[in-house]
């Protein structure tokens, strides 16, 4: 069974740019959710889909946005990127939303902003 | 102050120790998750705990939902258990608070 699969793995962009990534949740998962993690604030939340629907936002700038398509797969994009949206985007998927439903973790995507 | 505190921030042991991390979290959850990461970034959750006591291998996890406290344990520690260890505690339904890892070098 495949895992949580985030492309691409590596990125560079440059400040002002904007950029999209994508998070395929394990076959039959539909629940998605986003992470951005720096050395200075660790890992935030930034959002959550289920079923095609933004249930949560963590409090991030609105140049943060996601969706989520019928298959499940979630993308997320920033706009006008900052040197500081330079981080480690991850993934979790599970299969619901109910308390005992655990979530995988993706590898995750490595933005650099220069 | 940040809802999930861990403790200690970096550890160094040698082979073969006992290691114990700490978890406080101040909020209610749904469950809470021990998450490894290694170099290179990739998050494997180890457990998922709603109360009691769960052991793979070498590793324990222990929660107590009255005091808000988990522990996790590595028994006979081994130079490939180096990585940080995240506490991860889950909100409702998808959503997770992060621990500020614990980064540990398990020496040969």
């Known amino acids: 069974k495949a895992g949580v699969t985030q492309t691409p793995r590596y990125l560079i962009k440059t400040r002002g740019q904007q950029v999209t990534l994508s998070c395929s949740p394990i076959?039959?998962?539909?629940?998605v959710s986003w992470y951005q993690q720096t050395p200075g604030q660790g890992l935030q939340f930034l959002f959550e889909?289920?079923?095609?629907?933004q249930r949560n936002k963590g409090n991030f700038p609105g140049r943060f946005s996601g969706r989520q398509f019928s298959n499940s797969r979630s993308e997320m994009n920033v706009s006008t990127l900052e040197l500081g949206d330079s981080a480690l985007y991850l993934c979790?998927?599970?299969w619901g939303q109910g308390v005992n439903t655990e979530a995988f973790f993706g590898q995750g995507t490595r933005l650099t902003v220069v | 102050k940040n809802e999930v505190e861990q403790s200690p921030q970096n550890l160094t042991a040698q082979e073969g120790e006992f290691i114990t991390i700490n978890c406080s979290y101040s909020v209610g959850i749904s469950a809470l998750h021990w998450l490894q990461q290694h170099p290179g970034g990739g998050i494997v959750s180890l457990f998922m705990l709603s109360s009691g006591k769960k052991k793979h291998g070498r590793l324990i996890a222990t929660i107590n939902i009255q005091e808000k406290h988990s522990s996790l344990h590595i028994t006979a520690s081994h130079p490939r258990d180096s990585a940080v260890y995240i506490c991860a505690v889950k909100r409702g339904s998808n959503q997770f608070y992060f621990g500020t890892g614990t980064s540990l070098t398990v020496i040969p």
């Open positions: 889909y289920f079923s095609e629907t």
């Open positions: 076959s039959g998962h539909r629940s």
């Open positions: 979790a998927s599970s």
